[in-house]
Structures are given as C-alpha cells and as structure tokens.
C-alpha cells in the first residue's frame, strides 16, 4: 500500500501494509482516519454525491475553515477515481478551488482532498433565483469560469468534462479593511471557482483537437454535450475543450432560468437541424433575448452549437463578454451614444422628481380637503 501526503506541493510516500477493507466506509473514514481525526476538527456535512461525500471542518494547526472531501471507497474503479486527488494538486488558479492537502492510502481505499471552503455552490444559487439571475451575476460566473478553463486547458492540458452548476463553487466576501477596522459591505464581491475534477481528462497536446480516449468517461448526461453522449457510437473521439465550452453554456441557461430537466432533450439531438431547431425554441420560450439582450444571447448559442468546431474559442467569448460589460458601464459607446445614455437618465431624474413632487401635491390637497 502507499500512502500520499501532499502539502505545499510537495508529495512524499511512505509504504504501509495491506489492511481490510471490510468495513470501509466514509463514516468509519471519518472517526478512525488518523490523517482527519489529529489535523481537523469537522463539524457538519455539506453535501453528498455519487463519488463521495464533503464535510466542513476547521483545520487545528491554524484554526482556518476548509472543506474535506472524502472519495467513497465502494464505488468501482477506485483506483482510477483518485485521479481527481492527483489533478487537483496540479492547478493553481485564482478561478479553480484550491487543494490544502490530500490523503491518499490506496490498500485502503481512502482517497481524502482538503479545500478552501466556499460559501455555497451554484446550484443552490439557481435554486433560489428560479426566473433567472441578474445580467451583471451571470457575467461574472461566465468570466469566472472561463478564466479557469483556459488555464486548465492552455496550461494544463486538462479538460473539465463534468460543468455544472453543483461543481461551480460561490466564494462571497462581505469585508473590506479599513486599517485595521473591518467593514460590512452591502455589494459584496462574488467570485466563482471550478472544483470536482474528478471527470478530467488528461489529454497531452491535442485538447483543442479531436481526441480517442480510452476507457470510462464520467459525466451528467443533462449538461454533457452531443459528441459526449454519443461515444461509443464515434469511438471515444472529441474534442474535449469546445466540450467543456457546450456545459458551460448549458449552465449559463440555467442561471438564465431555464430548468436543467429540459437539457437532456436537446443533449440527445442526433443532428444539427434538431438541436438547433430545440435550442431555439428553448431560447424563444425563455425569453432570454428580452432579459439579457441579443448579444448574450448570441454568446450562448455560439456555445451551444451542435457541431464542435462551430462552438466558439474561449479567447473569443472573452472578448465579446468584455464588450457587454464596457456597455453595460458606459464604455464602449461612442461620444454622441454616451450622451444620448446620460441625457435619458438626466430626464429620467427629472420625471422621477416631477412625480414625487405631484404625488406630494395629492397627498397634502387630500389632507387639507379632509381638515376642511
């Protein structure tokens, strides 16, 4: 058996002998691990999947919040489910959640990941905003994620291969210092990290080509693309980014509002006339274009193309997001279109004072009828 602890970066084996794992489960894990129980504290389960399970705890050597996440040592492949241990260690970036620490006791079947901890994930995000989320909220997660992407795929030469919303974690800062004194803010500052690797794949130099990969694939059939759901039928040949760029844009349409139950049937289109033809109507449906404009709109249907190549580069769909944020801040007009923007909201002002004002005059006539 060997035994992996990773900190810092820097990866040592110890050898250990071979033990039962009759009762392994993630509760016994959990009390008996000594890597868990002599340097965390945890304190409550956050969630649960197939994969494993994820608790937060508060690491005893500094006293700081984190999130363990244990792999479940009962699923088949064990061996090849840790790879998410190894791949995680690999990424550092300000858009990709950080790994603390890792445990890996392969006899055992213990595969343990330490965390920052998030304040809540996307989907539960989703779930409380069912008609959509707000335009300047979905940019931030689509640049968010982006970034993490192209450094996983650039630099890496990783793929995601599972985007969802339940694998976007949400960090939320509510402070800023002022000296030494901590504020509140009312607009605290959202950023989006992309965590759960444990689907990636490894895919050397040809991630942005089309790729034969060998054995199993884990991934949720409901944000999957096209190519994805029908390899056996391609023999395992993808183009694993513009992939990762089609379950992008299936979660942006979730955050648009639209219930992820109606992914599958678009997913499982077998020709380019049927995707698009659901995906319009799915869009039109949704009124997705009256909500957040044509040219978001326009970015989410160029990443949900059916055909890989057709599905735009993230280089490209950075570029087009910079120039609806310049918009939306008063950039990117030209001199008249800025002063026709600022002179609607001068009137707009102006109306909004007239009708206080007249309201005010109603008010006070009703009263002064009333003494009389």
Known sequence: MLYFKIQKKKIMGVCHSRNSQSKNTIETILKKCQFITKNYLVERKLGEGGFGSVYEATAIYD??????????????????????????????????ITSLNVYCNASMNHGIIVMEKASTSLDKVIKNSPTGLPIKYLLQILADTLSGLQYAHDTQKISHSDIKPSNVLVFIDMERHDGAQKIIVENPQHTFKLADWG?????GKSIDKTTTLEGEMDFT???????????????????????DIYSLGLLLL???????????????????????????????????????????TNILKSMIKYDSEERLAIPVIISKLQMIVDELDGKGLTEEENKIKIKKEAEGKI????????????FYRINFNFYL
């Open 254 to 296: 979730n955050c648009c509002g639209i219930s992820s139950s109606k992914f599958r049937n678009l997913n499982e289109k077998k020709n380019k006339i049927e995707h698009q033809s659901k995906l319009e109507k799915l869009i039109t449906n949704s009124s997705i274009e009256e909500k957040y404009g044509i040219k978001l």
């Open 63 to 96: 006293r700081k919040p984190c999130a363990i996440k244990i792999l479940n040592p009962k699923i088949d492949n064990f061996n090849d489910k840790i790879k998410e241990i190894f791949i995680s260690t690999n990424l550092a970036h300000a858009h990709i």
């Open 199 to 203: 689907s990636g794949k490894l895919a």
């Open 351 to 362: 109306l909004l004072k007239f009708i206080n004002f007249f309201l005010k005059m109603v």
């Open 221 to 243: 059939k409901a944000f999957a693309a096209p190519q994805i759901l029908q390899l056996q039928e391609i023999n395992w040949k993808i183009n694993l980014a513009k992939a």
